[in-house]
């Protein structure tokens, strides 16, 4: 939806209003929209820069870039939460092992049941 929005305003700054205006009215338009695409707090502003530089370039007013790469976007982002909890070799297999000093058998241990 922000990318739509982003174009809706490029498209009403056609010509040469978007030459004295375009920067205005995109910069506003990408501080406001910045926490939805995901740009944190101090980075706003490179969201709004790069708004006001779409809004201002005659080239982008018919083409629906900022629609198009906000539907694309995601499906490059690589979330953290997606990660196997696998090592990279394979699946981690954890053994416990146990030396008796008193003489006594491991496997003995398994035929009474566990140890205490």
């Not at 502003?45 to 539907?71: E, H």
């Not at 939460?81 to 954890?94: A, L, M």
Request: include cysteine; aromatic fraction near 8%; proline fraction near 8%.
């Amino acid at each position: 939806m922000a990318g739509a929005i982003l174009d809706m305003l490029d498209l009403l700054t056609f010509g040469p209003i978007g030459l004295w205006l375009g920067m205005a009215i995109g910069g506003l338009a990408g501080w406001w929209l910045a926490p939805t695409l995901g740009f944190r707090a101090e980075r706003r502003w490179l969201c709004a820069l790069l708004a006001g530089v779409y809004c201002t370039l005659p080239v982008t007013s018919f083409i629906p870039a900022a629609t198009l790469l906000t539907i694309v976007a995601p499906l490059f982002r690589r979330d953290d939460d997606d990660t196997p909890d696998e090592e990279p070799g394979g699946q981690v297999i954890e053994v416990d092992f146990r030396v008796h000093k008193d003489g006594d058998k491991a496997h003995d241990e398994d035929r009474d049941g566990p140890p205490r």
